[in-house]
């Protein structure tokens, strides 16, 4: 699905931005994996022959984007689609929460993305040419939850960008969002301790249970894939029937 295709995933450490690695390099991408944390490389190559490269750095940092930048620059090759995985999760009190919190939140899951997709929307108007992006937002975004005003605000704005963007750029770019429910990623250990809260979350699901993290996966390659040609500027809801309430 995805063969010949170069895949700039973010955030790919661990849960989704993991998942989408494999799922990707499954169906022939090659993919560049930016992480903050090292990640275990040995398995990967084994399976997939190497074909792929992490590159180490906050994706907030102009740093990271030139070492993106220089890496395919070495390799002489566009970058064809783009997952903005990379984010973070903040809860407290609203009336405990401070501008610095806010802006925290606001560098990791939305101004960094701003940032990528700017540049490489100018690099496919210069080159004529059109990548596909996937942001990964939230069912925070449209649903309130307490404690999580910072977190729910910059998933919330990512869902506007997207369908601006969408608007503004149609000849050179395909953005979607995906907005997962309650997933079995990196908190999902932690949560499910507090039964109290973890079986409220699963009576409150039609479905019944948490999603997988390759579930996530396998949606965001059908939509950076050319079988999703005609969509764009969507909000793509995989959360067990939760905001079908």
Same mark, same amino acid.
């Given at each position: 699905m995805l063969k010949n295709k170069v895949v700039l995933i973010t955030g790919v450490s661990k849960g989704i931005g993991l998942s989408c690695l494999k799922v990707c390099l499954e169906n022939n991408a090659y993919v560049i994996g930016v992480s903050r944390s090292k990640l275990k490389q040995n398995f990967l190559e084994k399976k997939y022959n190497k074909n792929f490269k992490i590159l180490y750095g906050d994706i907030t940092k102009k740093t990271t984007l030139k070492k993106i930048s220089n890496f395919q620059k070495k390799k002489n090759f566009d970058i064809d689609c783009i997952v903005n995985n990379a984010g973070m999760r903040f809860r407290k009190k609203f009336l405990k929460t401070d501008i610095k919190n806010y802006k925290k939140v606001f560098d990791n899951n939305f101004f960094s993305i701003v940032s990528l997709t700017q540049e490489y929307i100018k690099k496919a108007i210069k080159k004529n040419k059109i990548i596909s992006i996937v942001n990964l937002s939230s069912i925070v975004g449209t649903r309130g939850f307490d404690e999580l005003s910072a977190y729910g605000?910059?998933?919330?704005?990512?869902?506007?960008?997207?369908?601006?963007?969408?608007?503004?750029?149609?000849?050179?770019?395909?953005?979607?969002?995906?907005?997962?429910?309650? @997933?079995?990623?990196?908190?999902?250990? %932690?949560? %499910?301790?507090?039964?109290?809260?973890?079986?409220? @979350?699963? #009576?409150?699901?039609?479905?019944?249970?948490?999603?997988? @993290?390759?579930?996530?996966?396998?949606?965001?390659?059908?939509?950076?894939?050319? #079988?999703?040609?005609?969509?764009?500027?969507?909000?793509?809801?995989?959360?067990?029937?939760? @905001?079908? #309430?």
């Open positions: 605000s910059s998933k919330g704005a990512l869902d506007a960008f997207t369908k601006c963007i969408a608007v503004e750029f149609p000849k050179h770019v395909r953005i979607n969002n995906i907005c997962p429910g309650f @997933t079995k990623s990196s908190y999902y250990e %932690k949560f %499910k301790r507090n039964k109290k809260l973890y079986n409220w @979350t699963l #009576k409150n699901i039609p479905i019944g249970r948490w999603a997988e @993290t390759d579930e996530i996966a396998n949606l965001i390659t059908y939509l950076i894939s050319k #079988k999703s040609n005609y969509i764009t500027g969507q909000n793509f809801y995989i959360d067990g029937g939760w @905001t079908s #309430k």
